[in-house]
């Protein structure tokens, strides 16, 4: 599936999506008025990291089941970083010059 065809079947599925994630960018750009970029950046990464962590442990109906889900949710969130990054990544050089110049 295309980078493209992914963010229409996101959409598709969640027609608020992109609109949370303009909140969170916007969050974002406020801070690097303060910030370094890299800085605002592993905040961003840690934030998700633990508000992921908090949604499989709160899914779980006991620390166990918890600990047990604990591998497959890493792999579904880091692949999922991983397409998501990819995709913004190609985007980002294929319109270089319209966003960065």
Known sequence: MSDQNK???IQKMDKDF???TDAFIK?????TSDHDLGKVSASMLYAAARFNAFI???SAESKEEADKN??????YFTSQYRSM?????NDYIEKYDEYLK
């Open 85 to 89: 990054l990819l995709a913004n990544m």
């Open 7 to 9: 963010e229409k079947t």
């Open 56 to 58: 499989v442990a709160s």
């Open 70 to 75: 604990k591998v497959e949710a890493i792999e």
């Open 18 to 20: 992109f609109k949370r």
């Open 27 to 31: 969050v974002a750009n406020e801070l």
